[in-house]
């Protein structure tokens, strides 16, 4: 069974860092799109970045490009979201989520892991 595990949030400062995780288990990567989301208090969820398994190409939404980098550890089914310069605008819930072969245009991921909260704020 697939299944996708976040961890690595909580509270930090404003221009602190954070590095998520996400623990993938049940699933061939080689096939998946992986992308992190995130969700604001009151706001709609929003893609933060994804990539594609085609060539391994990452895109970031404009709001974190420049500060978040995705990068994958094989070895450990690990993939992880460096976050850098964090804003209080960054605060919500952050997910990864995978879709088979593409990135979505929309947010019509097929898995979905359960979140971890981040929270920037002084």
């Known amino acids: 069974q697939l299944q996708l595990v976040e961890s690595g949030g909580g509270l930090v400062q404003p221009g602190g860092s954070l590095r998520l995780s996400c623990a993938a288990s049940?699933?061939?990567?080689?096939?998946?799109?992986i992308g992190w989301l995130r969700q604001a208090p009151g706001k709609e969820r929003e893609g933060v970045s994804c990539?594609?398994?085609?060539?391994?190409?990452?895109d970031y939404a404009n709001s974190v490009k420049g500060r978040f980098t995705f990068s994958v550890d094989n070895a450990r089914n690990t993939v992880y979201l460096q976050m850098n310069s964090l804003k209080p605008e960054d605060t919500g819930v952050y997910y990864c989520?995978?879709?088979?072969?593409?990135?979505?245009?929309?947010?019509?991921?097929?898995?979905w892991g359960q979140g971890t909260q981040v929270t920037v704020s002084s």
């Open positions: 989520a995978v879709a088979a072969y593409v990135c979505p245009d929309t947010l019509d991921y097929d898995y």
């Open positions: 049940g699933f061939t990567p080689d096939y998946y799109a």
């Open positions: 990539t594609r398994p085609s060539d391994g190409s990452t």
